[in-house]
């Protein structure tokens, strides 16, 4: 059983959650992702290490409620404890020698770009951060952010905050009108924000990195639900990644096999969370 | 005595009712069919049957024990050479190992030793495992890594000598392939529980949620005082063929069927939060016994028809006798002599198979002969689910934070074939992360002989 030490609200649905965990904080590298399991009848969730403290021997993890699961971990409160928490996971973000850095968050794809630019900075990089979220009250860890980079910019869908737009919007302005030059480019977010962000670096030839979060059951390399296929080879994101290139990656095809159990999903939340409210199953 | 040359049938669940149900198939001997079977056998006092057991099982003596109706002492005599019984009882080959020893079979059917085996263990499952003799604890920890069959068995094996026995765990739940990838209808779950409730009680510790390679390094074990290391990781990585469509939505490794099935109970979804993707036409690729279990595992879940596909005959089908026996008497299809060449897909899901005949030439390197593929052959059958079974390579996570460990092409541990030592001071390793995929009794055989070498390694210190 694994302590919730602290929990914040940070927006509509969305958490923030400090875990007791001294065996996942011990190896935990950014860009890795534990598997959480809540009840006996569980299921086994990726969530990305959003930050940790050897010492201390905690893991945050920032979530938004999409789906059974997500939404069950968001009703427990500080003091209570996941039944499961496994990890690290994955393979952790390399990191070292990159001098100018744009990191592109977009929604709770903000939380695991946190701990990356938070070692980019500390390693002297100087980083650039673009976060968008679809209004004001999605936009999280702006403050945080704030500290560790050199310029930060930030879009919401209707204009509730910063520029109207999205992420890719800026990030145009930065290369084509400001001619910024970076040596990577980091974006973590919904599929179609980093298929759009890395079909833009692409023509520019800017190295491209994203985190992907495909469905997984195991996250150890053992059911291979999660494959997908990058630059023509089939790639197990749990133990290959969670990061890839993110101009060899087949993101049409990543969105497809995010969609494959959308129809036992509804089966799912409909009518158990309404059940749920009830106190009873 | 006259001698009877046909084994005391088992009751079965009728095959029309268990297509519908996870029950298990086998229901057991009585007491009575328990009696008659063990009369049967002959006590050689030469028994091939124990050689042809990979744990050395004192067959004749326990099966002489329940002749004069001494239960306990056959019980006493199976779990001084085998900890998990009730589990090698239902799912070793015994047909391909001490069955197939038998004296009797020069004549006709052999004794029926797993079902004995069986009975006798289902009529303990609720006492402990007895140390041979009163041991000392030795103040010796060891690591276990992986609590499936090998695991379990070398850390059994180590409790019952007196070392102190971790098993790091990287799923929720103990058991590793028991319990992952056996469905409930071959080997109960609460069964393969009682029989790893026993090693806790035996003083073996499990820790969950640990996976050794990304929570804790081999390393990390010994700087925290472990002396020796036991690496029984298994075969989790699942392989696919490398044809087209095998990322279509529909496409399942057996593995993820299996664990999604089993470990996670998706055949209970909704009030299980783990769905599987159920079909109407399933295909499952492969002959061998993780085939037939997923294959009828797709069955119970409702499935309209399911087709085993095969690309050599059925008499190479690499499945138990037993197992193919059960999955066509419950209505499972077998399309031999068949290769798939490439998924079919229609708006991002599966469609269909597009496969290629086959015909067998001559042996090759398995001692089988080879198959090959008809010119021409081609043809497609419709299916909108298609289950990948043909096979799984040694799990990556440890050699790729052990560098030092020394690994073949496949993967596969390297081991000294007497000790199981590998190329690390103090570090063994057994069961399917050494071979690849093989079966339960193999992996129990190799925790066993690893745990003796750990031993004699720590005892001379």
């Known amino acids: 059983m694994y302590k919730i030490l602290e929990k914040k609200a940070l927006g509509p ?106 070692q980019l900075s500390q390693a002297g990089a100087s980083v650039s951060v673009i976060i968008g979220a679809r209004s004001k009250d999605y936009i999280i860890l702006e403050e945080e952010i704030k500290g560790l980079s050199d310029s930060l910019y930030i879009a919401t869908d209707d204009g509730s905050y ?120 | 005595m006259k001698l009877v040359f046909t084994k005391t049938p088992m009751r079965e669940q009728d095959p029309l009712k268990r297509r519908n149900n996870f029950k298990e198939v086998n229901l057991g001997y009585s007491l009575e069919e328990a009696l008659h079977e063990a009369k049967r056998c002959l006590q050689c006092k030469k028994p091939k049957c124990v050689k042809g057991c990979p744990v050395n099982v004192s067959i004749p003596d326990f099966i002489d024990a329940i002749v004069k109706g001494d239960l306990e002492k056959a019980y006493n005599i199976i779990t001084t050479s085998n900890n998990l019984p009730a589990i090698c009882g239902r799912v070793c080959p015994q047909e391909q190992q001490c069955e197939k020893q038998c004296i009797l079979t020069t004549r006709g059917e052999s004794v029926a030793i797993g079902r004995l085996e069986r009975f006798v263990a289902d009529s303990f499952l609720d006492s402990d495992i007895k140390a041979d003799q009163e041991v000392k604890a030795k103040g010796k920890r060891v690591a276990v890594v992986g609590s499936g069959p090998a695991g379990l068995t070398a850390a059994g094996d180590l409790a019952k000598l007196g070392y102190d026995v971790t098993i790091f765990e990287a799923f929720h739940e103990p058991g590793g392939v028991l319990v992952y990838g056996i469905p409930e209808f071959r080997l109960p779950k609460d069964l393969v529980k009682k029989e790893i409730d026993k090693l806790k009680r035996l003083g073996v510790k499990f820790q969950m949620n640990t996976i050794i390679g990304k929570t804790l390094t081999i390393d990390d074990l010994f700087q925290d005082g472990f002396k020796a290391v036991f690496i029984g990781s298994g075969a989790g990585l699942p392989r696919f063929m490398g044809i087209d469509g095998e990322n279509l939505n529909g496409v399942y490794s057996a593995n993820e069927y299996l664990t999604r099935v089993n470990l996670m109970k998706a055949y209970d979804f909704p009030n ?61 299809i077998f399309d031999v002599l068949i290769n798939p060449k490439e998924i079919i897909g229609e708006d991002g899901w599966v469609k269909g198979l597009k496969c ?95 745990a003796q070498a750990i031993d004699k390694r720590l005892s001379k210190e």
């Open chain 1, 13 to 118: 649905g969305m958490w923030y959650m400090r875990i007791q965990a001294p065996l996942v904080a011990r190896r935990a590298m950014p860009g890795q992702f534990i598997m959480f399991r809540i009840s006996e009848e569980g299921e086994r969730v990726p969530l990305t290490i959003a930050d940790f403290d050897r010492q201390e021997g905690w893991v945050t993890i920032i979530f938004q409620e999409v789906g059974f699961s997500t939404k069950q971990l968001g009703r427990l409160e500080q003091g209570d404890h996941i039944l499961d928490f496994a990890g690290p996971l994955g393979q952790p973000s390399v990191l070292d020698g990159f001098k100018k850095v744009l990191c592109i968050g977009g929604g709770v794809g903000i939380a695991p770009l946190y701990p990356q630019i938070k």
């Open chain 1, 162 to 281: 910063g520029q109207k737009g999205f992420v890719t919007d800026i990030l145009k302005d930065l290369i084509t009108k400001q001619a910024s030059k970076y040596d990577l480019v980091i974006a973590i977010g919904p599929l179609v924000m980093m298929k759009a962000v890395a079909d833009f670096t692409r023509a520019f030839a800017i190295p491209t990195r994203v985190s992907l979060n495909p469905i997984m059951v195991d996250g150890t390399g053992m059911c291979g639900g999660c494959r997908v296929t990058v630059g023509g080879q089939t790639k197990y994101a749990c133990v290959d990644g969670p990061e890839f290139d993110g101009h060899l990656v087949d993101f049409d095809e990543a969105m497809r096999r995010q969609g494959m159990y959308k129809q036992e999903e509804r089966v799912d939340h409909s009518c158990r969370l309404t059940d749920q409210g009830g106190g009873s199953k």
């Open chain 2, 272 to 332: 299980s939060h783990t769905p599987v993707k159920l079909g109407e036409k399933i295909a499952v690729v492969g002959g061998g016994n993780v085939a037939m279990d997923a294959a009828r595992s797709a069955l119970r879940l409702g499935a309209r028809e399911v087709h085993i596909i095969y690309r050599r005959s059925m008499e190479e089908l690499p499945a138990r006798s037993e197992e193919v026996h059960h999955a066509r008497e419950e209505g499972v």
């Open chain 2, 356 to 450: 290629v005949k086959m015909e067998l030439g001559e042996m090759d390197a398995s001692g089988r002969k080879r198959p090959r593929e008809i010119e021409g052959s081609e043809f497609i059958m419709d299916f909108d689910l298609v289950i990948m079974a043909i096979g799984t390579s040694p799990n990556p996570l440890i050699k790729a934070s052990t560098p030092e460990l020394e690994t073949n092409d496949r993967g596969g541990i390297l081991v000294d074939q007497e000790t199981y030592a590998t190329s690390m001071d103090r570090v063994y390793a057994g069961g399917d992360a050494v071979t690849g995929s093989a079966t339960v009794i193999m992996a129990m055989g190799a925790g066993k002989r690893a």
